[in-house]
């Protein structure tokens, strides 16, 4: 069974750092396309970054130049994500998701949406104080 397990979350100050982590366990398969996303009550899921197995990238507006998304894999295979936040402000506050999308060959859409990704974690939270 494959589950994703995040970690990493906190709270920070405005203008700190916070660095997620994502670990997909219970499967050495590559060709993901891997996602984070967030959310705060009330408002959809948004999409925040993705990278292909290519290692090519894609970012909302929100947050580029800021966060950078990456990825590697660890002894057994496993397919690990990461999201470096820098600069954080306020209104970067929410519940951080890792996703991974099975189905692409390991590309993502650059307009990448919840719906493209099978597998997500549960939820990690950042909290931004001003």
């Known amino acids: 069974q494959v589950q994703l397990v995040e970690s990493g979350g906190g709270s920070v100050q405005a203008g700190g750092s916070l660095r997620l982590s994502c670990a997909i366990n219970?499967?050495?398969?590559?060709?993901?396309?891997m996602g984070w996303f967030r959310q705060v009550p009330g408002n959809e899921r948004e999409g925040v970054a993705a990278i292909d197995t290519n290692g090519r990238t894609t970012y909302a507006e929100s947050v580029k130049g800021r966060f950078t998304i990456s990825r590697d894999y660890a002894e057994n295979d496993e397919t690990k994500l990461y999201l470096q936040m820098n600069s954080l402000k306020p209104e970067d506050a929410a519940m951080y998701y890792c996703?991974?999308?099975?189905?692409?060959?390991?590309?993502?859409?650059?307009?990448?949406?919840?719906?493209?990704?099978?597998?997500w974690g549960q939820g990690t939270q950042v909290t931004v104080s001003s």
């Open positions: 219970g499967s050495t398969y590559r060709r993901y396309c």
């Open positions: 996703a991974a999308d099975p189905a692409g060959g390991g590309y993502c859409r650059a307009d990448f949406v919840p719906e493209d990704f099978g597998y």
